[in-house]
């Protein structure tokens, strides 16, 4: 996939001034401000694009990576109520919901024990009834059928109500979780920082502070984590910006995280659903601001189940390095919110050939980007007549 280089945007007269220093501190590695993000906002996509995909190609070559996991949710018995949420259900309607027994859980591991996945993802509602020690002993069987297993388990939201309820720091928390086998945190739950709009699209749940002293807490533990935020609704640019600032800071503190996931808000049965979804040249902008703006985190991940396999693909042109894995049809998030893709799942045949069908490289992965399989050179049945 072709983009203009930034050499022909700095030789243009006309580029505006503002966007030319933003250009001249790419090509140096030097920082961009906050009011320099937010001035991106205004910035074509072409010429985002550029930026965004030299950072891409600085940090990775042509390297693409994905990796191979699974998807648990355990519930979707919620004790908050967002407002973009059409996954939950509060206690009230359990009956509308699920609540997996434990046996199902590990069930559902037995069923891949034999297979080359290297990551269990568990994530679900807050459930009032499943607590902390529930949880431990529910990853300690897990990874009594995996010992191999990566385990990136529960949200800094999940993890905040855990520890309220056992009456336990964050630390000692993470602690015993980590103790009886979680490896890392995802992203999720970190929504928008900004308090105004946090407090009008969920009030309820951990706040921005409590979510990065979780994040901060586990990284000094030694378990890596990721960072989203979800964008397209009802903030701004300066929010946008405010939010990645954030998470900038700790980087620079701690190191721990891996990955920046900007997520989508789809509006399908929520309580947003009067707001209307952006475009797929805001998605392509969102990608290419978040890569320029956050420099020291070293991948930028597009989720395909919630923007779809072309979008995704797309975007690897944005600044865009990791798509990442092929999921089993268990999780249920996106899809229950309007999500493009409503069975996500995608074979790593499917995987490499969609990586390789935009000229990058695909790099099968771990969950700490260790390389699992290099398949540069391995071509599938039809991939050359394909590969256009
Ligand atoms: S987004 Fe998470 S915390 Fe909020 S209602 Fe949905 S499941 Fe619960």
Wanted: overall charge neutral; charged content about 30%.
């Amino acid at each position: 996939m072709r983009t203009t280089h930034i050499s022909s945007f700095l030789s243009d007269k006309n580029l505006n001034s503002d966007f030319r220093n933003i250009a001249q501190k790419v090509i140096k590695k030097e920082r961009i401000t906050f009011n320099e993000g937010i001035r991106l906002f205004d910035a074509d996509l072409s010429f985002l694009g550029s930026l965004a995909n030299h950072i891409r190609q600085e940090w990775h070559g042509d390297k693409t990576y994905f990796n191979r996991n699974i998807h648990i949710e355990p519930t979707n018995i919620c004790v908050y109520d967002c407002k973009f949420c059409a996954y939950s259900r509060l206690l009230k309607h359990k009956q509308e919901g699920w609540e997996a027994s434990e046996e199902d859980i590990l069930n559902q591991v037995r069923k891949y024990k034999e297979q080359p996945i290297t990551e269990i993802h568990i994530v679900g509602g807050v459930h009032p009834k499943m607590g902390l020690n529930y949880f431990a002993n529910l990853i300690k069987k897990v990874k009594e059928i995996r010992p191999d297993i990566h385990v990136k388990a529960f949200t800094a939201v999940e993890l905040d109500y855990m520890c309220r309820k056992a009456k336990v720091s964050y630390k000692d928390g993470l602690s015993i979780l980590k103790k009886h086998g979680q490896d890392s945190l995802p992203g999720g739950g970190a929504e928008i920082f900004d308090e105004k709009i946090r407090g009008e699209i969920c009030n309820d749940k951990c706040t921005s502070s409590q979510w990065l002293e979780i994040h901060e807490t586990a990284h000094n533990l030694g378990m890596p984590s990721n960072a989203t935020m979800l964008y397209g609704h009802i903030e701004e640019p300066r929010h946008l910006i405010d939010h990645m600032e954030r998470l900038r800071k700790l980087q620079d503190k701690t190191g721990g995280f891996n990955t920046f996931i900007p997520l989508k808000f789809r509006n399908g049965n929520n309580q947003m659903s009067n707001i209307e979804e952006v475009s797929i040249i805001a998605d392509l902008k969102m990608y290419s601001i978040s890569r320029i703006y956050m420099d020291n985190f070293p991948h930028l991940k597009a989720y395909w189940p919630m923007i779809g396999r072309d979008t995704a693909q797309l975007s690897l042109g944005f600044g865009v390095n990791d798509i990442d894995g092929t999921i089993d049809d268990t999780t249920k998030i996106y899809s229950m919110a309007g999500a493009e893709e409503q069975t996500p799942e995608l074979t790593t045949e499917q995987l490499v050939k969609l990586i390789k069908a935009v000229g990058r490289h695909p790099i099968e992965r771990d969950t700490l980007y260790n390389v699992v399989k290099d398949y540069k050179d391995i071509i599938f049945e039809n991939e050359k007549e394909r590969s256009y």
